[in-house]
């Protein structure tokens, strides 16, 4: 496994890099450009010693090449490099998958936007040689965990490195939203819906409602309301040391509670969610030479005309 030590809050780096000996691939099913881009990176890994193992989705984009094919479920457990191919979609759904597993995982961008998948195609190949050779960086993320309680019980817990989301499924509708952190109440939200986001997650729905952007190494959760009735009730950014409950009230239509966008739970009438720091953390894989602000100038198009 990639070995790593602190370089800074934000980063670590891996100069002294165990071998790495297997090497898993996880894309983005039906793209493409998959069967364009697995194969020659199939031949780089095993010409650089390295046994690789894809998703079966993967796989089917191999041709010829002799490939171990597995679950995506059991491949961040065999591997000492997880590299995902696509966009910040593919990797929220990785991200699950390695929550309880240390191996990092190095996020290349076949998609859109890309505030996680931060490595063009056209650098894969210079990032991995700093991979081999113990160069890279490593980027740590805090998760966080939502547990859904039900008549006193959690039925469900879900891991999410972007956010959880209470909304309406249909009907737009106001929502009594009534927050506590650590059982203090502090405030009812009339509003669409609710997001409590991480720092990484910061830069999605939460920036879209009007949310901060905040750095990835802030130990804080941010809550953000969704269309606030009232005008006063700003997002608000807390201790991610804190533990938050969120009771809610809706006159009509399904409620959900959402993770990363991906993980869609229904909740009823008298039920809670808890949200809090998840022991799992996340390890990504970034440049050497780039940072997060070049990240945010990049994507948002700072200082452009």
């Not at 160069?135 to 805090?142: A, F, Q, Y």
């Amino acid at each position: 496994m990639i070995d790593a030590r602190v370089d800074s809050a934000f980063e670590t780096k891996s100069p002294n890099t165990k071998m790495i000996r297997r090497v898993g691939i996880i894309s983005r099913p039906r793209r493409a450009d998959i069967a364009r881009v697995v194969p020659p990176l199939v031949e780089w890994l095993q010409a650089h010693g390295a046994e690789v193992l894809c998703d079966s989705e993967t796989g089917d984009c191999l041709g010829p090449l002799s490939v171990q094919t597995q679950t995506r479920e059991k491949l961040p457990a065999q591997s000492d490099l997880l590299i995902v191919l696509g966009g910040d979609g593919t990797l929220l759904s990785a991200a699950r998958l390695v929550a309880d597993r240390p191996v990092p995982i190095l996020a290349v961008n076949l998609g859109g936007l890309g505030f996680l998948t931060t490595v063009p195609l056209d650098d894969l190949y210079e990032i991995l040689e700093e991979v081999f050779l113990g160069k890279n960086k490593i980027s740590e993320r805090v998760m966080l965990e939502a547990q859904l309680v039900r008549a006193g019980t959690v039925i469900r817990r879900q891991i999410a490195l972007n956010d959880a989301v209470l909304n309406k499924a249909a009907l737009a509708r106001i929502m009594d939203l009534a927050l506590r952190v650590d059982g203090e109440y502090v405030t009812t939200y009339k509003a669409d819906g609710l997001i409590l986001s991480t720092p990484t997650g910061s830069t999605a729905y939460s920036l879209s409602a009007g949310g901060p952007i905040v750095y990835p190494t802030v130990e804080a959760f941010v809550v953000t309301p969704i269309c606030p009735h009232t005008l006063t009730n700003r997002p608000l950014v807390i201790p991610d040391s804190v533990q938050i409950e969120i009771d809610f009230e809706a006159e009509d239509g399904t409620v959900f509670l959402t993770l990363d966008g991906q993980v869609g739970i229904e909740l009823v009438k008298g039920d809670r969610v808890i949200v809090r720091k998840a022991a799992e953390r996340l390890r990504l894989v970034i440049p050497s030479k780039k940072t997060y602000y070049q990240v945010l100038r990049s994507k948002l198009k700072w200082g452009e005309r």
